[in-house]
């Protein structure tokens, strides 16, 4: 089995999860899965960063530790994998004691190999919070954003990290490379960021102590970035007690990512893991991000936001999983509502997909005692299936999460104009056509079988009850195939009941 390691970003723990970390946390789900049904040997990383400064920051706004904050909203990333369905391998947080040796040993390494140096960093400090205020955390004005008061400008000795040295490298990197990152409009903006010359970078904060310590210089920590992008280095050291899994999955086939860090994962990642000597990522998959109804940033206070909790609570977690990455074209912004959930979940959902599941098990169970007929299937509609599996395929491996299911989809809607063509509620009228009703309602089953199978990444649960009511309990293979008839399908309750 070809192994397939895919990671999503880490989350930061100074506040707790939103639809946008679960939104990527599915569709970096959807890959993974897709990728353990057709065989890979799938190793699927996501988990939380936890230190830096705004961590650091919130927890003093608090009153508290910063360890504190960060288990305590650590476990709320955490929880909410399984209540989203995601079948992640392992949850690292950075403040793991195994993350942080790791972290120390490559940067050494780095530093050992001549690519670091001491210089001078200047940024906005806070004197109350005797710490540097990173770029996105500045109010207007120039002022703390925990004390509101203004910073200062202020200078002091750092490690840096040369990243000039990996302009050629990097350069070289996306020459040969073309799907290092995707879609291409991504791969382009960091391309041409590569092309407008690399400043080096600093390395470790002297003021700061929530970090890891540099091992050569313990009176510094490491500035929070080099310690995150490397989990999905050090992950694999110790996510399975006694094992080193780094062999068997190195380097990373997938991360997935916003678009708001692509420069940290196209240009600084890479250029780290140069540094090290470790080989570079296959592909960075860059998504969009979810806007608010009005198309506006999600934000409380506009009350554009979907709760992710309420529609899980309400729905499951199929249909948030379904309407992200149906809604949100893959790669590209999107906006998304209440309203605009509810209209797939009725439409699609309870609809389409839902009513074709029931009818036909109905209709299986009413003109064929439940049993699947061994009649054979539809040629026609057997060679237009053909295509759902291969295309499937390759728009997957190109991370392509709405395509592929704007592809299924299509197919759901080819069945359900093939029961209104076929009518087997008339065929059923007219004993001379039994062989005919026979052959409609296998053809069903087996279309039914075949979009369920292509929708178990997207939907795991309801394509499971699904899967078991049509009697194909483990006989999961992924073709419209004309075999294994004669099983016996069971009754199932509505597979998304309407919703009003
Ligand atoms: N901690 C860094 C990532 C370090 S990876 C080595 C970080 N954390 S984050 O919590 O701010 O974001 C985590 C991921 O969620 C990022 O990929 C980010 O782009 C994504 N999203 C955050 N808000 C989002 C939306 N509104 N929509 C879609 N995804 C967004 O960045």
Redesign the pocket.
């Known amino acids: 089995m070809a192994p397939f390691y895919i990671t999503?970003?880490?989350?930061?723990v100074n506040?707790v999860p939103?639809?946008?970390?679960a939104?990527?946390a599915i569709v970096t789900d959807v890959l993974a899965r897709h990728m353990r049904q057709v065989g890979a040997d799938v190793f699927f990383l996501t988990g939380t960063?936890e230190h830096g400064e705004p961590v650091a920051d919130a927890a003093r706004a608090q009153g508290v530790d910063p360890q504190v904050l960060a288990d305590r909203n650590a476990e709320r990333f955490r929880a909410l994998m399984p209540q989203l369905e995601v079948s992640n391998d392992f949850f690292i947080r950075t403040t793991d004691e195994q993350h942080k040796l790791r972290v120390q040993e490559v940067l050494a390494r780095i530093h050992e190999r001549g690519y670091t140096y001491m210089g001078l960093y200047e940024g906005w400090y806070c004197p109350r919070c005797a710490d540097f205020k990173v770029e996105n955390e500045i109010l207007d004005g120039n002022r703390c954003p925990i004390h509101e008061t203004e910073l200062t400008r202020e200078q002091e000795e750092n490690w840096f990290f040369r990243l000039s040295a990996f302009q050629e490298p990097l350069e070289r990197l996306f020459a040969e490379r073309p799907d290092f990152v995707l879609p291409q409009h991504h791969f382009n903006e960091a391309r041409a960021f590569i092309a407008s010359g690399l400043a080096d970078v600093s390395l470790s904060r002297a003021r700061l102590n929530w970090g890891v310590r540099v091992p050569w210089d313990p009176g510094h920590v490491f500035y929070v970035?080099f310690d995150?992008?490397l989990?999905?280095y050090t992950a694999l050291g110790y996510a399975r007690p006694g094992e080193d899994l780094t062999e068997r999955y190195w380097p990373a086939d997938f991360h997935i990512?916003?678009?708001?860090?692509l420069k940290?994962?196209a240009v600084f990642w890479p250029a780290m893991l140069m540094a090290a000597d470790i080989e570079v990522p296959r592909h960075l998959f860059v998504?969009?991000?979810?806007?608010g109804a009005d198309g506006r940033?999600?934000s409380k206070s506009l009350g554009n936001v979907l709760d992710p909790f309420e529609v899980l609570e309400r729905f499951g977690a199929d249909a948030l999983r379904h309407y992200l990455c149906r809604e949100v074209t893959f790669g590209h912004d999107g906006a998304v509502s209440r309203d605009g959930f509810q209209a797939r979940y009725d439409g699609e959902l309870a609809n389409e997909y839902g009513n074709l599941a029931n009818r036909t098990l109905n209709m299986i169970e009413r003109y064929c005692d439940g049993v699947v007929p061994t009649a054979g299937t539809d040629e026609a509609l057997r060679a237009e299936f053909a295509g759902l599996f291969p295309r499937v395929d390759e728009l997957l491996a190109r991370a392509e999460v709405s395509l592929a299911l704007e592809e299924i989809w299509q197919y759901v809607r080819r069945l359900n104009r093939y029961v209104e063509e076929r009518a087997p509620w008339a065929l059923a009228r007219e004993q001379s056509r039994v062989g005919e009703l026979q052959m409609v309602l296998a053809s069903l089953a087996e279309g039914l079988r075949a979009v369920t199978i292509a929708l178990v990444p997207y939907m795991p649960a309801k394509t499971q009850s699904l899967l078991e009511a049509l009697g194909v309990g483990e006989r999961e293979e992924r073709a419209f195939a004309a075999a294994g008839y004669g099983g016996r399908v069971s009754a199932l309750a509505p597979l998304f009941p309407k919703s009003t």
Do not use: Q, R, V
């Open positions: 999503t970003a880490i989350s930061y506040g939103h639809l946008g970390h939104y990527e960063d970035w995150a992008l989990n999905y990512i916003g678009k708001d860090i940290f994962h998504h969009g991000f979810l806007l940033k999600m």
